[in-house]
């Protein structure tokens, strides 16, 4: 009998602290991205979201997921830089002018959400984010806020997941 009772509360513990993981994964279903080129990556410890999304804003931020090692992975952000994006499309090339991935913003949004399955030419490049107007025009070379060291240039590398931080010039 003295034994049963601990073991009672032990699973009785474990059965409480598995219910607030199950509802937070649950309640968050409704707030994921609806985009093809941003999939949802679940983890096994929920990270906490905002129960609303302001309007004019991108869908909320999601977990990190995890990269293939023969392909990279990024995501473009305005979030350190304090801007957000205008209507249009964005474009990651490696500074050898070879596009990886382009996304398509409405005005107001910070992030693209990630951007995967990208087949970069080496095992790490340095790349540059375009932005292109609407109805055309000529490209603008946004800012990269966290770049390689000493360079202008953002970096992408397989096996990786990395958030391009980009601000307007």
Known sequence: MNKIA??????????VLMLPRQ???ASKAHMLPQQPDAPVAVTSTPTAMPT????????????TPVPDANQACLRINFEV????ALAGMYEVVEVSGRSLVSWTAQAGW??????RNISISFEAVHVQVLYHPPGGG?????VIVNPAPDLPYGWVANGICHALEVGWP
Do not use: E, K, R
Request: a negative charge; charged letters at 10%; aromatic letters at 8%.
């Open 6 to 15: 601990p073991l009672f509360v032990l699973v009785a513990i474990l059965f």
């Open 23 to 25: 509802a937070a994964l």
């Open 52 to 63: 609303a999304v302001p309007t004019g804003t991108a869908p909320p931020t999601i977990p």
């Open 81 to 84: 830089s304090g801007d957000v």
């Open 110 to 115: 910070q992030d693209s959400g990630w951007l």
């Open 138 to 142: 000529d490209p603008v070379n946004m």
